[in-house]
């Protein structure tokens, strides 16, 4: 499975972007989806995650209410809509795929419960 996000960019403070992750393969509406975020000198953190059937979704507190992650199984793509965006949404953004049957959405807030990984896209939010 490869993974190849898009739609990183520039923005000014309250502002909105959407984060596409196109996935090659057949098998993509098997895979729950993942968005993780790495600002410049910090660790990679979880920010939202969604299940394979696109009914239940996870966020992280820093994002909720303000992101919004969905999946259109039909064109093997995981979106993150990202409104009233602050300066420190700035990071470099990867989507990534996980084949873990999902009982509990939580555990997807874990980088080590994915399997393949997206190669990143930046997004730069200035104040």
């Known amino acids: 499975v490869q993974l190849q996000a898009s739609g990183g960019g520039l923005v000014q403070a309250g502002g909105s972007l959407r984060l596409s992750c196109a996935t090659s393969?057949?098998?993509?509406?098997?895979?729950?989806m993942g968005w993780f975020r790495q600002a410049p000198g910090k660790e990679r953190e979880f920010v939202a995650a969604?299940?394979?059937?696109?009914?239940?979704?996870y966020y992280a507190d820093s994002v909720k209410g303000r992101f919004s992650i969905s999946r259109d199984n039909a064109k093997n793509t995981v979106y993150l809509q990202m409104n009233s965006l602050k300066p420190e949404d700035t990071a470099v953004y990867y989507c990534?795929?996980?084949?873990?049957?999902?009982?509990?959405?939580?555990?997807?807030?874990?980088?080590?419960?994915?399997?393949?990984w997206g190669q990143g896209t930046l997004v730069t939010v200035s104040s």
């Open positions: 990534a795929a996980s084949r873990v049957p999902v009982h509990t959405i939580a555990i997807l807030a874990s980088p080590s419960m994915y399997d393949y």
């Open positions: 393969g057949s098998t993509f509406s098997s895979y729950a």
């Open positions: 969604i299940s394979w059937s696109g009914l239940t979704t």
